[in-house]
């Protein structure tokens, strides 16, 4: 059974940086394919894919964030650490992690499980 | 960036009928990558539908996807009562991925 949990601060303050732990069970982050993403919503508004990191390392970025984003994994920890410099309240928002979809046919960059996301404010 | 434009934003129906969510892409999406996915509020959303058409795991057969290229539709029949909820498209087929804005399917 497939698991991941969001943690990190709630409140943080403007130009600060957020750092978010995904700490996850149920796979592993070596396994050919694997790949965990993050993804975020602001209030009443849209998903934002954000960043991507996958079993070999490679990792993807939203280009619109990318200057501002890092996303890490401790496979002996079974974490991916995301980490966004200069917040701004405009990134108020509830931040997914999520579990890339593998199949015996198919890699895709869909989720199939979430966490149950973490909420947060920036403000001063 | 491919943006995906969903319509309509809410749609009304009763339990028991066919809803139609249309998902409209601004470029083709490679390889049909694209999935639908359901959030009720306060919860994180679910994914329904992969590669336009496969159903995820223990997804109602109600749920059916279909679509190619720039145009991509999710089918509910026979609306159950927990099936009002929010839904968004998203694609993978081009970098980077991005979903839609949303489809409210309300009583």
């Known amino acids: 059974q497939i698991t991941l949990k969001e943690s990190g601060p709630t409140l943080v303050k403007p130009t600060e940086t957020l750092t978010l732990t995904c700490t996850f069970s149920?796979?592993?982050?070596?396994?050919?394919?694997?790949?965990v993403g993050w993804i975020r919503q602001s209030p009443g508004k849209a998903l934002e894919w954000l960043a991507f990191i996958y079993w070999n390392d490679d990792k993807r970025y939203n280009p619109s964030l990318e200057s501002r984003l890092t996303v890490t994994k401790d496979t002996s920890k079974n974490q991916v650490v995301l980490t966004m410099t200069g917040m701004d309240p405009l990134d108020t928002a509830t931040y997914y992690c999520a579990h890339r979809l593998t199949t015996v046919t198919m890699k895709v960059d869909v989720f199939d499980f979430w966490g149950h996301g973490t909420k947060v404010a920036v403000s001063s | 960036e491919t943006a995906l434009t969903q319509s309509p934003g809410t749609l009304a129906v009763s339990p028991g009928e066919t809803a139609t969510l249309s998902c409209r892409a601004s470029q083709t999406i490679r390889s049909r990558c694209l999935a639908w996915y359901q959030q009720k509020s306060g919860q994180a959303p679910r994914l329904l539908i992969y590669g336009a058409s496969t159903r995820a795991t223990g997804v109602p057969d109600r749920f059916s996807g279909s679509g190619s290229g720039t145009e991509f539709t999710l089918n509910i029949s026979g609306l159950e009562p927990e099936d009002f909820a929010l839904y968004f498209c998203q694609q993978c087929g081009n970098s980077p991925i991005t979903f839609g804005q949303g489809t409210r399917l309300e009583i």
């Open positions: 149920g796979f592993s982050l070596t396994a050919g394919g694997a790949g």
